[in-house]
Every structure is written in C-alpha cells, then in structure tokens.
C-alpha cells in the first residue's frame, strides 16, 4: 500500500466526526491493504509509531524538503525506513538520523511529508480510532464485529489480528485464544451515584471493595509468575511479592485479576503514591520491597487449569476464585441475592461505609450474572 493513500484516508477520517463515515474509510482502506501492511497502517492511524520514540525532534525536522512529484513511498518501506532511523546511536547519530530523515522526506509527496511530520511530533489528531478500527476490520473481512473485538481482546493486539484476519479470513480468528502469559484489556466500569442506584441497575450482584491501588493481571505456568498492570505492562520483576505469594496456590496455570497495594502496620491503605512510587521503581527493587512491601487482593480469575472462565457468570468464576485463592488474599464483598430485600439494601450501604471507614475507595458492584467483558467499560 501506497503511504500517499493511508495520508489521504487520515485526512479524511479527520475531517469527519461521523462514526459511521470513519468506519467506512477505514474499511475501505483495509480491504485494499494486503496483511502485511494492517500492523502499521492502524498505530499509523491513531497517530502512533510502532516502534515508540524514534529520538526525532522538531529540529530534525526543520526547513523545507522538495517533494516527490508522484507517490512511490509505501508503508512498509516507510516503517522500515524508520525503524532504521530510530536504530542509529553513538558518535554521529544525530547528523545521520537528519540525513537519512531529509532523504525519507525527499521521496514523499507533499501530502505524504505534511503525514509524516504530524505522526513524528505526534500531532495525527483525529479521535480514538482502535473501536472503530475493529468494526472496520470486521466489515473489511466479512466477519463478526464481536468475534473480532474477542480475538483482539485475547491478542492483546489489533494489529496482530488484523494481519491474520487480512490473511486468512475469518476462520482465522478461532485461533485467538486466552494464554496463560499473554495479558489481556481488564474488564472496566461505570459510575454510580450511590450503591443502591447501582443494585437498582444490576439486580443481583456482589459489592466489593474499590482498593486503591495498581491493577495487576497475574499470570502463573509453572514456576514462571509474569505481573502485567492494566497497560499490559510487565512489571514482575518489580513485585517479587507476588510471584512469592501465588508460587503456593494450588494447582496448574492460571490468570488472576486483582490490584497490588502497600498497606501500614494498621492493615490501612498507605497512600497512593507511595504504591504507585513502590511499583513504579525499578532500581534496587529488594531495598525498596523492605521499605514499602505491597501484597495482592484478587478479585477475579480469567483461567485455571487450561479452562477458560471469560463467559461463566462472575458467581461462577468467584468460586473458582475462592477455591484457588486464600480468603486474606481475595478482596473483601457482600453478595445481595435479592436487590428487592431492604435488609440487603441497607447491609450493602453500611458495607461501603465500613470500606470508606478501612480508608479504601469505596466499592465496585458487579453483577452476579455478568461474563468477564475484557477490555471494554461494560454495564454490568
């Protein structure tokens, strides 16, 4: 694919504010890209480059460059191009990294140099396209839009999709499947302006405590224990806690859902910060663990023994949970069976004011019935 039609294509997704519109470039623009182009064409998009900073600045980019009269560059020469630039290091880097960014630029049409500045200094502005890229996907391919929005939940990559989908058509998506090792989006929430408004929404559901903490995805095969925070970011060798904590649940491989917090001599949350500071460090992990030692409360369980449990009810997947899990590991909650019953009612009001009283956030109501919804803000 040629970069001049992603840049046309980008402009006019920007020039729009119809999701519908933007669904129908964007599918358009994926029925002509071949499965080797997608991984790129789609960061490329969002205004992201897939290799991460490229050490580019707005000095590199400096000056007018003459453009190409025709369009020649494609997208994967372009990435290619890039990644090669952003490889150059030591002595003499910089001068070569413009030399080779001016030759770039040089091979590019007007419109495709305008493109390629905006991505470099990341100023591609137009929305949030990942949701409206899957249904693009899933129109491009002929295939389910919420088989495809799935596979790329479990792939913890659109782009990877993308390519097998492009390739193979939609029996490829059945490949996709929950892997212990491979992070996936966690299940979110919405608000609610009280605990009863949010039973009134729910019917029969659990209430938990809202800790404040990192959301942690803990992945154990073996003796491998891999953490992923909600980013999918790897961050285990910075909780050697963890892998500690979970080496004896029993069992084979699992996937928990949970948050990692540092709590006082008290058993009181310690300020957030100090947390976010404690999981964030990743020099001298050992003197730090001593100083602010954090400890994991599960409150989900997404796979166990090779059995995925995404679609079982969350009353099912909890007591999954609870046989895998020691109770002062897992999140404390209050299940309300019948959301008619005041004296339901009334004990799940004053178990938020017990949680706000422990120093927690508040609470996070789930219903009883509700399959795990990975990487999207669902209802439930």
């Known amino acids: 694919m040629l ?25 358009g623009l994926f029925r002509e890209a071949g499965p080797e182009d997608v991984p790129v064409v789609i960061p490329y998009l969002a205004g992201r480059l897939p290799q991460g900073r490229l050490g580019i600045g707005w000095s590199a980019l400096r000056g007018p460059v003459e453009p190409a009269a025709t369009p020649t560059l494609t997208v994967t020469a372009t990435d290619a191009e890039l990644t090669a630039i952003g490889a150059l290091s030591g002595p003499g880097s910089q001068s070569a990294r413009k030399e080779r960014l001016t030759r770039l630029l040089t091979a590019a ?39 495809v929005r799935r596979a ?32 996936v989006q966690p299940m979110l929430a919405h608000t609610a302006r009280s605990v009863t408004e949010a039973i009134d929404r729910l019917g029969p559901c659990a209430v938990e405590e809202k800790l404040d903490g990192i959301r942690v995805q803990v992945h154990r095969d073996g003796p491998r224990v891999r ?12 909780v050697p806690e963890l892998a500690t904590a979970v080496s004896g649940f029993p069992g084979g491989p ?23 500071a404690r999981v964030g460090s990743r020099r001298d992990v050992a003197t730090v663990a001593d100083a602010v030692p954090v400890v994991p409360v599960f409150f989900d369980v997404l796979s166990v023994d090779g059995r995925e449990l995404l679609d079982l009810p969350l009353a099912e997947r909890h007591r999954e949970l609870a046989a895998l899990v020691p109770e002062p590991m897992r999140v404390r909650r209050l299940v309300v069976a019948d959301p008619a019953d005041e004296v339901q009612r009334e004990a799940a009001v004053a178990f938020f004011e017990a949680t706000l009283a422990r ?19 669902g209802a439930s």
């Open 3 to 27: 970069l001049a039609r992603l840049a046309h294509v980008s402009l006019e997704v920007a020039a729009t504010s119809a999701r519908t519109r933007k669904t129908a470039l964007l599918a």
């Open 109 to 147: 049409t007007a419109d495709e140099q305008r493109f390629l500045r905006a991505l470099l200094t990341g100023e591609v502005r137009q929305g949030a396209l990942d949701a409206v890229a899957v249904d693009a996907l899933a129109g491009a391919a002929g295939a389910p839009p919420a088989e």
């Open 152 to 183: 790329v939940m479990l792939a913890g990559s659109l782009g990877l999709v993308a390519r097998a989908l492009l390739a193979e058509g939609p029996g490829a998506l059945a490949s996709f499947r929950l892997t212990v090792g491979r992070p």
């Open 227 to 238: 953490v992923h925070t909600r980013t999918l970011d790897d961050i285990s060798d910075r």
């Open 254 to 276: 699992f996937i928990l859902d949970g948050e990692v917090i540092a709590l006082g001599t008290d058993g009181r949350p310690r300020p957030f910060q100090e947390t976010a």
């Open 359 to 377: 120093g927690h956030e508040g609470v996070v109501v789930k219903g009883s019935t509700a399959a795990y919804s990975a990487g999207r803000r």
